[in-house]
């Protein structure tokens, strides 16, 4: 397998390329796996393609402290997290745990300083 699709984003992916939204980079995941393992009790939420976002998946440490990247399908952050020992979760099933909102609101001028976990997907 090629370096540049090692976590089969492309293969993964389908036929259909949303774009309006750039496309899921190993960056990406790398940064997934980065955090899972730098923080504890860290579990995935997995977020559908929508018309002007690909699929997505939030990462939720025990302490609430999230990030949020592009994964190209739910195949391959089932993966990811197969492979770290983690959970996935369908975010449109169990919703967002109450602890990334408390982490939110306690964090909430972080938040704003790009470069920082808890932003949006840029």
């Known amino acids: 397998m090629r370096f540049r699709d090692?976590?089969?984003l492309r293969k993964?992916?389908?036929?259909?390329?949303n774009r309006l939204d750039?496309?899921?980079?190993?960056?990406?995941?790398?940064?997934?796996i980065e955090f899972a393992r730098s923080r504890q009790g860290v579990e995935f939420f997995v977020e559908p393609e929508t018309f002007a976002t690909a699929?997505?998946?939030?990462?939720?440490?025990a302490d609430?402290?999230?990030?949020?990247r592009r994964v190209g399908s739910p195949q391959v952050i089932h993966k990811v997290a197969r492979d770290l020992r983690l959970p996935?979760?369908?975010?449109?099933?169990?919703?967002?745990?109450?602890r990334m909102r408390a982490w939110n609101?306690?964090?909430?001028?972080?938040?704003?300083?790009?470069?920082?976990?808890g932003e949006a997907v840029s």
Do not use: H, S
């Open 12 to 17: 993964l992916r389908g036929p259909r390329i």
């Open 105 to 117: 609101e306690r964090n909430r001028d972080r938040r704003l300083d790009p470069g920082t976990p």
């Open 64 to 68: 609430g402290e999230w990030t949020r």
């Open 6 to 8: 090692r976590f089969g």
């Open 88 to 98: 996935v979760y369908d975010v449109q099933l169990v919703g967002y745990p109450a």
């Open 55 to 61: 699929t997505t998946a939030v990462a939720v440490a």
């Open 22 to 32: 750039r496309e899921a980079t190993d960056a990406d995941i790398e940064a997934l």
